[in-house]
């Protein structure tokens, strides 16, 4: 058997780790295609079966149990070496995965995450993608569900409320104007809900939530914020009530296997404080604001 490459026995394991092409697809941001192709590659190059397909997804045959406990050992090798050569490249940088008002919450505070005596680097990935720990493209990421990976630690941090929000005192009797992300962008359900609920009244679209609050900030629409974004600003009110469908937890995840690393726990710890300092803005809890 010629030699494969490490990325197809890394690919092999995040499918048996999600139980399907599905779950492996949404870690990997591979297509289901591509990784099914890659799995019958492995089998026709071992010269084994090493999964049972079903409708329900894909279960590790003995075969497929034994290459993933050998490639564990190897994984954990080449995490090693992966930490040596980190250290001795100088400073360490820590990569978080976060959604784009996490992001900007991180970014608002950034001291209470890094400060200039830390021996450690931040770099901050911004997207409405799932953040993707498998192939460690990311040590910390924040997501609106609990993770199913067993490769995966995480921190429940609270629940996350939206609602719409228009310009603050903007004229009534005007018919309802909506502002949205393009609906090909719209991966998240708030960011869906305006298709779904109002696309007849939709005024204009954009490429990236962050537009959505500049929209609403200028009056040209209502948007769909998570409320400790749009309750926390001067220019903005609700328009109307919390939209309790939308409504969900969040969590902090990272690679269980890296968790201890100093760092990385630092960070964890960090950003644990930060966002369950926020926790009843998260969950729709308007502050209260002194009278003028």
């Not at 494969?4 to 048996?16: G, H, L, P, S």
């Not at 104007?177 to 962008?185: C, Q």
């Not at 005024?203 to 009056?219: M, Q």
Request: net charge positive; hydrophobic share 40%.
């Amino acid at each position: 058997m010629k030699s494969m490459d490490w990325d197809i026995y890394r690919c092999f394991m995040t499918v048996a780790r999600a139980g399907g092409l599905t779950g492996a697809a949404q870690a990997t941001g591979l297509s289901p295609a591509t990784i099914g192709r890659r799995m019958l590659e492995i089998e026709e190059r071992t010269g084994r079966s090493l999964f049972v397909r079903s409708q329900t997804g894909y279960v590790l045959t003995a075969d497929g149990r034994l290459l993933f406990e050998q490639l564990q050992e190897m994984e954990a090798a080449a995490r090693k070496v992966e930490n040596w050569q980190k250290e001795g490249e100088g400073m360490p940088v820590v990569r978080i995965a976060a959604g784009t008002w996490n992001a900007w919450l991180i970014a608002e505070n950034f001291p209470a995450i890094c400060t200039e005596r830390d021996a450690f680097a931040i770099s901050l990935s911004i997207g409405e993608a799932r953040a993707n720990l498998a192939y460690r493209e990311s040590d910390i990421g924040i997501r609106a569900f609990e993770p199913e990976e067993t490769y995966l630690a995480s921190r429940m941090i609270g629940e996350v409320a939206y609602a719409a929000y228009r310009q603050k005192n903007a004229l009534g009797g005007r018919p309802e104007r909506w502002v949205a992300v393009a609906e090909e962008e719209a991966i998240s359900g708030y960011l869906r809900w305006p298709h779904d609920q109002v696309a007849g009244r939709i005024v204009a679209t954009v490429g990236r939530p962050r537009s959505l609050l500049d929209l609403a900030r200028a009056g040209a629409g209502r948007a769909v914020l998570p409320c400790f974004v749009g309750d926390l600003d001067p220019l903005l009110e609700r328009a109307g009530e919390e939209l309790e469908p939308l409504r969900h937890r969040q969590w902090i995840v990272m690679n269980n296997e890296d968790r201890h690393r100093r760092e990385i726990r630092t960070v964890v710890d960090r950003m644990t404080r930060l966002l369950r300092s926020h926790v009843d803005l998260f969950a729709g809890k308007r502050p209260r604001r002194n009278s003028t």
